[in-house]
């Protein structure tokens, strides 16, 4: 899936344009996993049940299928308050019209926590958080709701 995000400067707008993926299949929808995990992907934000939430900052393709979320916690219940205004990042890959694989940033070699508590900016999460570094190594199937 290769998804652009166009900011409207003034009015802070934005539109999706998805041009690599299946007719009918779309990341924004709710997913549970078969370990019971909910996730809540909207064009505005990402939620993990339970877990972390944060608004949506970026979406970039990764091959027919597959992308990378960024997204700025605006929670987190793992890592607290010191997570909330930092970066991270979620692939996903093998997406269709009613399954996807999810995946969020994790390498235990990364100091901040795993990677899990954030990056300070966008541009450095989407640099350090991405398949080839190996922070994408354990997926959760998902089913759409």
């Not at 909207?42 to 992308?67: C, H, L, P, Q, V």
């Amino acid at each position: 899936m290769l998804a652009a995000f166009v900011f409207g400067a003034s009015a802070g707008l934005f539109t999706a344009c998805d041009s690599n993926k299946d007719d009918d299949a779309s990341i924004y929808a709710t997913w549970v996993s078969s370990y019971g995990e909910e996730y809540i992907i909207t064009a505005a934000a990402f939620t993990s049940t339970g877990a972390y939430a944060g608004t949506i900052e970026n979406i970039r393709g990764d091959g027919k299928g597959a992308g990378y979320i960024t997204i700025k916690y605006t929670g987190n219940t793992f890592y607290g308050a010191p997570a909330v205004g930092k970066y991270y990042v979620i692939h996903y890959k093998d997406l269709n019209s009613s399954t996807v694989f999810l995946s969020g940033a994790y390498s235990a070699a990364d100091t901040d926590n795993g990677g899990g508590s954030g990056k300070a900016t966008k541009e450095l999460a989407e640099s350090t958080y991405t398949t080839a570094n190996g922070y994408f190594g354990f997926y959760s199937a998902c089913q759409k709701q």
